[in-house]
């Protein structure tokens, strides 16, 4: 059984379910790029292009969540729950017009849990 690169809180969940309702399927991106830096964002499938150079680390709550490479390589050795604020971020993101935003928190993986962390899969 893996250990999970990326998992969602409680509140965050009923936020997905949310934006479900209103967009159907849906998926998670976060590039460390332009609007809101390294936030998680979340977009209808299809909406969003994926680059060669992203990777899958895995899902929350149904939803693929995916991660371009070299944001990844941060990333690599930490898990990250994503969780849900009060605020308005300027992003694409669905939860904006909520008056939310998602947002990431990450924690370093013991040297134990890194033998049993899901790998992540490569676009390109």
Do not use: W
């Amino acid at each position: 059984m893996y250990i999970e690169r990326v998992i969602a809180t409680d509140k965050t969940k009923e936020v997905i379910d949310e934006i479900r309702k209103r967009n159907g399927e849906l998926m998670f991106h976060q590039s460390g790029g332009c609007c809101d830096g390294s936030a998680p964002m979340c977009f209808e499938v299809g909406d969003f292009m994926l680059g060669d150079n992203d990777v899958l680390l895995g899902e929350i709550h149904g939803c693929k969540f995916y991660m371009a490479g070299d944001q990844f390589e941060f990333y690599k050795y930490m898990q990250i729950t994503i969780d849900v604020s009060k605020g308005r971020g300027s992003s694409f993101s669905l939860e904006i017009p909520m008056g939310l935003r998602f947002m990431s928190i990450s924690r370093l993986f013991t040297d134990e849990e890194m033998e049993k962390v899901r790998p992540v899969e490569h676009l390109s």
